[in-house]
């Protein structure tokens, strides 16, 4: 069965720190993997997407992720935090046609 | 781009009382609309998945006589919450896809926040 792990439930960084966002994922074969942005009371947007094309994804807002098969990972990142970057944000993992399954949120606060 | 709305987007009611939310695909025709129900400071739940035209396919325990999900249209689909009560009170999210093909993205409605006193 698949399953997607974030871990760490909150991060907190300075403005203009790199951030990052863990992410693991659990599947037989070879998923499609999401990252979502939630902020409060407002549904999901999506920040970037793998797909089996390059390793590395460059999404909106500065992110992007890297999927990397051998560590089952596909960590968000971005150099340097903005304020406006503090929200809640999700893994996801689809298999064929499938629902995305989502991971617990990483809530991230960006301190100035 | 691919725009879904949710309506209403906040609803309170009483316990014992039904209550709908409709999803709308608004630019676009979506085979496939899912709904999902998150708890505060936590995950979204996956309840169902509905295809235009036939019926919901629901995951393991969530009741589908309590919440019902009708897909009426390419563009519209409805969650009913019948017979709330305050332990249904959460944020519902629809999501619809466009296409059948693999990978194709998700789009999410803006949420409907449900109080039930």
């Known amino acids: 069965a698949q399953s997607v792990t974030q871990l760490g439930s909150h991060v907190s960084v300075s403005e203009g720190a790199l951030v990052l966002l863990r992410c693991n994922y659990s599947?037989?074969?070879?998923?499609?993997l999401f990252w979502y942005v939630q902020y409060p009371n407002q549904g999901l947007q999506l920040l970037l997407k793998?797909?089996?094309?390059?390793?590395l994804v460059k999404g909106i807002n500065g992110f992007e992720a890297e999927f990397k098969k051998s560590e089952t990972s596909f960590h968000l990142t971005k150099p340097s935090a903005h304020m406006s970057d503090a929200a809640e944000y999700f893994c996801?993992?689809?298999?064929?046609?499938?629902?995305?399954?989502f991971g617990k949120g990483t809530r991230l606060s960006v301190i100035a | 781009g691919a725009v879904v709305s949710q309506h209403p987007s906040r609803v309170i009611c009483k316990s014992g009382t039904s209550v709908k939310i409709e999803c709308r695909s608004l630019?676009?025709?979506?085979?496939?609309m899912f709904w999902y129900r998150q708890f505060p400071k936590k995950s979204l739940m996956l309840m169902a998945t509905?295809?235009?035209?036939?019926?919901?396919?629901?995951e393991q325990g969530v009741e589908k006589d309590k919440f019902l999900i009708n897909h009426a249209s390419l563009t519209l689909s409805t969650l009913t919450v019948t017979s709330a009560h305050p332990e249904d009170s959460s944020f519902y999210i629809c999501?619809?896809?466009?296409?059948?093909?693999?990978?194709?993205?998700?789009?999410f409605g803006p949420g409907t926040r449900l109080t039930v006193l």
């Open positions: 999501s619809a896809r466009r296409d059948r093909f693999l990978a194709s993205e998700q789009f």
């Open positions: 599947s037989s074969v070879p998923p499609y």
């Open positions: 793998y797909t089996s094309a390059a390793t």
């Open positions: 996801a993992v689809m298999f064929r046609r499938g629902p995305l399954v």
């Open positions: 630019d676009f025709q979506a085979t496939t």
């Open positions: 509905s295809n235009e035209g036939s019926k919901a396919t629901y």
